[in-house]
């Protein structure tokens, strides 16, 4: 199964940009890559989701190379809002979740 | 609208009584999943249903079951609870189509065992 490495915790400012990685060097050929947030006491919630190349939705984008071995999802201009749990999958069927990234936006 | 819910939001139960949550989607998804989460850490996965195939995670413990008996509802039964098995419980549903899916969660519920 594919298996997801993240860092373990981000500090930002307001109004930064925050790019977070995350490493799946085991993905497989159909497989993509999907982020989720989520905040405490709640049910992660997805972000965005892509394949190769790059994915911009109205709340972030994801930034997939070549080789497809790492992700980066970035998200522009980070209010206090948006401190939470981030979460990168990959997978079909089967998802299993790796150690999430603790975002942490502070004033 | 709340397309996956989990009922009860909170359970409370002593320990070894058993106790059953419930999920519920209106997605009409294929699979449905059950998720233990605890405290600062991520959601591990339990086990799955593709339609009426279980899909049981090697390291479940035996005493957690699930059923769906239908395409929309799915039950996580635990059948002694242990100060352990105190956690979220999350719910969630994928279309089945395979790659390029996404996971839709419901709230959870959160299991206090006394």
């Known amino acids: 199964l594919a298996k997801t490495t993240q860092p373990i915790s981000m500090d930002s400012y307001e109004g930064q940009e925050v790019n977070i990685t995350c490493s799946h060097n085991n993905i497989a050929t159909n497989d993509y890559i999907t982020w989720y947030q989520q905040f405490p006491s709640q049910g992660p919630r997805f972000i965005i989701q892509?394949?190769?190349t790059k994915v911009t939705n109205e709340v972030a984008s994801l930034f997939i190379p070549a080789d497809r071995k790492s992700s980066t999802l970035s998200l522009p201009r980070v209010s206090l809002s948006d401190t939470a749990v981030y979460y990168c999958?990959?997978?079909?069927?089967?998802?299993?979740f790796g150690t999430g990234t603790r975002l942490k936006v502070l004033a | 609208d709340a397309m996956v819910i989990q009922n009860p939001r909170y359970q409370v139960t002593q320990f070894g009584k058993p106790v059953t949550l419930s999920c519920s989607q209106t997605l009409n998804h294929n699979v449905m999943y059950w998720y233990q989460q605890k405290s600062s850490q991520a959601p591990k996965l339990l086990f799955h249903y593709y339609d009426k195939d279980f899909n049981n995670e090697a390291d479940t413990p035996d005493n957690f079951q699930s059923r769906r008996p239908n395409t929309s509802f799915c039950f996580l039964d635990i059948r002694s609870p242990g100060l352990g098995d105190a956690a979220m419980y999350l719910c969630a549903t994928s279309s089945g189509q395979g790659s390029g899916e996404k996971l839709f969660f419901g709230s959870g519920t959160q299991l206090s065992v006394l």
């Open positions: 892509g394949y190769k």
């Open positions: 999958l990959s997978g079909t069927y089967k998802y299993i």
